[in-house]
């Protein structure tokens, strides 16, 4: 099976806010499993409050193998608990980016979109949205303002793309939608088809293994 990135999402508690570095219990205790790649973390920009908690695997099975294992994941669970607010429920999902997404995790800003495929979208409608992906990381990836980018499917959940990108602010982000022709002309098309989500983060690595 090929790499994922564990996509965790919750309600930052003020605890968090003030003080990330209270992951790091969390994170001491999954470095150890076998098949963690990297973990990343941030607060959204546009709300304050959705942290991503951005975890590598070198595939889906060792991350699951993982939450079998009580002995292991109980205690990871409980490590987490200082920082995830009980306001919002813990969502957990797994995307197959088609590229290592370290560098646009690693920008000063990164674009973090969802893209849901509609309910009354066609088999043809599905396969227009993939050259359109293929195009978007094009113009994303050339243009002079972006730190690369990378977009996959969800594996556990069909219809789901996601899409991130390395910018310098969320402005210059935007700058470039405003002023770029053909990545203005990619967006109505794609809405077309999907139902689509923009933030932003500001992620910090916490560690990543020596393979990376």
């Known amino acids: 099976m090929a790499p994922v990135t564990e996509f965790a999402l919750?309600?930052?508690?003020?605890?968090?806010?003030?003080k990330p570095e209270i992951?790091?219990?969390?994170?001491?205790l999954v470095s150890k499993a076998k098949g963690w790649l990297y973990t990343y973390h941030g607060v959204q920009n546009e709300d304050n409050a959705t942290v991503y908690l951005l975890v590598g695997w070198d595939d889906l099975d060792s991350h699951r193998n993982l939450m079998r294992n009580k002995a292991a994941y109980d205690p990871l669970l409980a490590a987490l608990?200082?920082?995830?607010?009980?306001s919002k429920p813990l969502d957990i999902f797994y995307i197959q980016f088609h590229m290592p997404p370290i560098r646009p995790f690693s920008a000063p800003c990164t674009e973090i979109s969802f893209f849901r495929v509609k309910k009354t979208a066609t088999d043809r409608d599905k396969g227009r949205l993939t050259q359109l992906m293929v195009h978007l990381e094009?113009?994303?990836a050339t243009s002079r303002s972006g730190y690369s980018c990378a977009w996959g499917p969800c594996v556990d959940r069909e219809g789901l793309i996601a899409f991130v990108a390395g910018w310098e602010s969320p402005e210059a982000h935007l700058e470039l939608v405003k002023n770029n022709e053909e990545l203005a002309a990619i967006?109505?098309?794609?809405l077309e088809i999907a139902e689509l989500e923009i933030k932003h983060?500001?992620?910090s690595i916490i560690s990543a293994s020596t393979g990376q």
């Open 10 to 18: 919750f309600a930052a508690t003020n605890e968090y806010r003030e």
């Open 201 to 203: 983060s500001k992620l």
């Open 138 to 140: 094009k113009v994303v």
């Open 81 to 86: 608990q200082p920082a995830i607010s009980p």
């Open 23 to 28: 992951l790091k219990p969390a994170q001491e």
């Open 187 to 190: 967006g109505p098309q794609i």
